[in-house]
C-alpha cells in the first residue's frame, strides 16, 4: 500500500501520511505531486495519451507525473514517475525545477501541490518506452499542438503549466530558468 505525506498550507512537512487517493485530507491540508515535463532541444515535448480504462480524463493528453510517496523528495519523485511512465532516465538531463502550484478543493479532501519540472533531453522514439497499462500512446509535440489540444479540452493541467512550454530554453538550461504520434 502506498502512503503520501501531508503537508501544512506552507508546504511544510506535518508528519502524519495519509493512503494513497483516500481523499480524507482537512482544509489546510495538502498532499504533494510532480509532474516532469520533457522537452526535446527542437523545442518539442514528449506527451503521452492516457488509457481509455482510466476512471479519470480517458484519452486526454499529459505530461508524466504523479503522487510522491512518503518520506520521498519531490525530485526523486519526478525520477521515479517518468521513468516508469516512459523509461527516461531525468538524472543527468539537463533542467530541472521550474515552479510550484496549489489546487484546493474544499470539503473535497483533496488539496496538493505540484512541482513542475522541465527536462531538456536529446530523445528520439527508440529511447521511450511506455507502460501499456497506463499510456495509449505518445508524441513529440509542438507548442501549438499542445495548445490545440488543450483548447478542445483534452490536455490535463495545461492551465497550471502552460508556461513550462512557453518559457524559453537552450541546450543549457539550469533549473528555474526561464510531431509525430506513436500508439
Not at 517518468?82 to 484546493?104: I, M
Request: net charge negative; charged share 30%; with cysteine.
Amino acid at each position: 500500500m502506498e502512503f503520501w505525506d501531508i503537508y501544512d498550507k506552507n508546504k511544510q512537512l506535518t508528519g502524519r501520511t495519509m493512503k494513497r487517493n483516500d481523499w480524507c485530507l482537512k482544509d489546510g491540508e495538502y498532499h504533494l505531486t510532480v509532474l516532469g515535463v520533457i522537452a526535446r532541444p527542437d523545442g518539442t515535448f514528449l506527451i503521452t495519451k492516457r488509457v481509455m480504462t482510466k476512471a479519470w480524463a480517458p484519452g486526454w493528453w499529459e505530461v508524466s507525473g504523479g503522487g510522491v510517496q512518503a518520506g520521498e523528495s519531490s525530485e526523486e519523485a519526478v525520477q521515479r514517475e517518468v521513468r516508469e511512465e516512459t523509461g527516461l532516465d531525468v538524472r543527468n538531463a539537463e533542467g530541472g525545477y521550474l515552479f510550484t502550484y496549489k489546487r484546493e478543493n474544499p470539503g473535497e479532501g483533496d488539496n496538493y501541490f505540484v512541482d513542475v519540472y522541465r527536462f531538456v533531453m536529446d530523445i528520439d522514439e527508440k529511447d521511450v518506452s511506455f507502460q501499456e497499462a497506463e499510456i495509449d500512446g505518445y508524441m513529440f509535440a509542438t507548442k501549438e499542438q499542445i495548445e490545440g489540444f488543450a483548447a478542445e479540452g483534452k490536455f490535463l493541467h495545461y492551465d497550471s503549466i502552460k508556461q513550462a512550454f512557453s518559457l524559453s530554453f537552450s541546450s543549457k538550461e539550469t533549473p528555474n530558468s526561464e510531431g509525430e504520434c506513436h500508439s
